[in-house]
């Protein structure tokens, strides 16, 4: 059985700083990308950033300049820096990992969800 656990969400300030953190556990043979992505209230959910084990990182352009994606592989971790942080940024952030488990089988699995909140 595989488990993301997030951390780091909450509420802050408009131009205000959060880190979000995922670790990956449970019987895992391979990770091939780790991110995040996030849902607004009455909106899709839309990719944040994604990372690859090779390291290539792909952003939405609404974050670019203000997020960091980054993994540690040897803690199967994955980091979100936030920066500059606007009220639109809102939302439920999750962490999506695509990965193999003991059967090999490359699936996508998801953590919980973490809330945060940007005041203006």
């Known amino acids: 059985q595989v488990q993301l656990v997030e951390s780091g969400g909450g509420l802050v300030q408009s131009g205000g700083s959060l880190r979000l953190s995922c670790a990956a556990s449970?019987?895992?043979?391979?990770?091939?990308?780790m991110g995040w992505y996030r849902q607004a209230p009455g909106k899709q959910r839309e990719l944040v950033a994604a990372m690859t084990s090779g390291g290539s990182t792909n952003y939405a352009d609404s974050v670019k300049g203000r997020f960091t994606i980054s993994r540690d592989n040897a803690k199967n971790t994955v980091y979100l820096q936030m920066n500059s942080l606007k009220p639109e940024d809102t939302a439920v952030y999750y962490c999506?990992?695509?990965?193999?488990?003991?059967?090999?089988?490359?699936?996508?699995?998801w953590g919980q969800g973490t809330q945060v909140t940007v005041s203006s």
């Open positions: 999506n990992a695509e990965l193999a488990g003991s059967d090999y089988a490359a699936l996508d699995y």
């Open positions: 449970g019987s895992i043979f391979s990770i091939y990308a």
